[in-house]
């Protein structure tokens, strides 16, 4: 099915929010083996008693990176759960890499005009994003980029914000916790960090049990990573974040050469302010920019579900760690009634660079 036209609609008539939910607002992450990335993003998660048995609708749409690193994307049109979540587009993106020197892992989500319990918590856009990074003697993670967008929680006033770590706002018969962010690691192998942009819960007035529990926008990655020789070709990975305010834009990639065996790549990037979805799935040219950080590829593309297009990413810079406020890319569409371009320095997410 493509992936663009994919819809999660749950119907249950009258959704009757009970006691008996379990949840976890934190995990303990087992490190793979040294030498290993880790990432995860899903949308949207509900769980919930209907009627005295749990339901659980979602993650979804839900990606994982493999731990050898590279991108997995996934998008749908909208997700309904009766009297719990709705929301129009919801995007994951989830890449990483190992190389010699670093290992890095960055995820993203975004959700658009998220509404949960009937009106209670509503927002524009939604977006999390997380990026985790080592080079051998350091290992860190930050959840810098996330935002929320028009966002109104008991009836307040829209507002576009990003609240401090772990902002934990009262509801009627629950909470909701804004920019929750769950870190682990040991800071010099290994870092973990998961941000749930929204996560609201309900309670049993009585007992205090846990009767929902809906997370909106979520983005996880980690890294293990000890230095070995490594030989091979020049690629780089990334993901991140355009932009500030309702003007934004996300994406992930990777791309590099195989030698004799070709080039390789995807990428997904998309303009949330001017409603442009690019998706490519292979590269037709890569090469690093003599003298910088930086490598430009190239290849043909869907847009807007839309085969015919293609794509060139002039520049993409791998200038600091982290990536935020440092690292820049650049990128130009072109196709039938399209000619786009867009470019800077990135306001999240990380850009790696591996060289030969």
Known sequence: MNHQMRQYVVSLAAMGLLVGVT???????NFAPANSVSGEAFGVSVKASVNG???TVGPTPHVVLPPDGGMVSDRLVRIAVPNAATSSTLEVVTTGSIGPATATAQS??????????NGVVRAEAVVAMSSSTANGSTASSTGEGSTLIGLSINGSMPVDVTPSPNTTIPIPGGAVILNEQILEGDGVHTSAITVNMIHATLHDPLTGAITADIIVASAHSDVNFVPAPKAGNAFMTGGGKLGTGRDIATFGFNAGSRGSGGLHGQLQYT???????????SIDSFGPITGTPCVTFSGSARVNNVDGYSFTVNQACDNFEPGVGHDTFYISVSGPGISYSRGGTLTGGNLQLHPE
């Open 23 to 29: 949840t976890q607002n934190a995990r303990a992450w």
């Open 53 to 55: 048995a749990e339901v």
């Open 108 to 117: 993203s989500a975004t959700v658009e005009q998220a509404n949960l319990l």
């Open 271 to 281: 303009d949330h302010a001017d409603s442009l979805s690019v998706h490519s799935l």
